[in-house]
């Protein structure tokens, strides 16, 4: 039984289940705002669209685990600063087998396509490409024939992915209709996402670097990132202001500037600390945390202009 125990506490963390606010927060946001628009909310598949997609998440996670792992690229990385980034331990220490992790990535995706094919069935064609391209980034991120990572795609596909391409199926599986508001409140959720990637990929430059990862913190070196890093942060709330001057986001949504603390603490450490991975750590658990804070903020907005 004790065994039993250890090994979930592991496959538990192998998924990094406390990163899945990733699939949360577009989620949510993509139902308040369908019932926003509508007043009609569908919890059933609600909750079978959050499976969808946390079950792509998971791949995601396992898959790059099981590619990085194939290519060295876990075996070299010394600055690590787990569970934000590094890849799994777990394969590394032979805690788990790494065909164990493919088989379990690939379950993943297969159950994501699944509920896919069911909705596009009930809901509308306009889930097939919505989720080819989510399950093409899951699979290819890191696959070493395809590579979208190394070729500086993996920083846009993730924002997009998690961004406006979730809080748009999420708004279409409730109402079967598309909508601006969704795609322009899904900007914001997109580069939150994305800055969370790009910090967390300062400390794994030099193992990325030499088994040829090349994302844009390698392309750019870690100086020249920590920059690009402030702009992306920027992005966030400038994206958010300029929904709400267009008239697509309600007045309320300045709610989310609360977060601009937090933001500003994580980009002072990054641009102090960018080439120190041991104390660039506050820098990612605070983007992280800004993610989820803005990210809920954002949909509580759409309900609070509604009293």
Known sequence: MEEQKFSLKIWLAELRVPFFTASFVPVILGAVLAWHETRFFDLFFFILTLIGVLSLHAATNTLNDYFDY??????????????????SPF????????????????????????????????KGWLILPLGVIGVGTAYFYVEPRVKLASRGL????????????????????????VS?????????????????LFINQFPDRQADLAVGKNHWVV????????????????AVYISVVMGILSGVLPKISLITLL????SLKGTLIALR????SPKLRPAQALTILSHLATGLLLSLSFYLSEL
Do not use: H, M, W
């Open 219 to 234: 392309r750019l070196g870690k100086k020249k990132a920590a920059k690009v890093y402030v702009l992306l942060v920027s």
């Open 273 to 276: 600390e960018y080439d120190r």
């Open 91 to 122: 394969l590394v220490d032979g805690r788990l087998k790494a065909e164990s992790v493919y088989r379990f990535g690939v379950s993943a995706l297969l159950l994501g396509i699944g509920i896919g094919l069911f909705l596009s069935v009930r």
């Open 259 to 262: 977060t601009i603390p937090l």
């Open 154 to 177: 993996g920083e846009l596909l993730t924002g997009l992915c998690f961004g406006p391409l979730v809080v748009i199926g999420t708004y279409f599986v409730q109402v079967q209709k």
């Open 180 to 196: 601006v508001a969704a795609l322009i409140a899904g900007i914001p959720i997109g580069f939150l996402i994305t800055n969370v």
């Open 70 to 87: 194939r290519s060295g690229n876990d075996l070299l990385n010394q600055e690590a600063n787990r569970p934000f980034d590094g890849g």
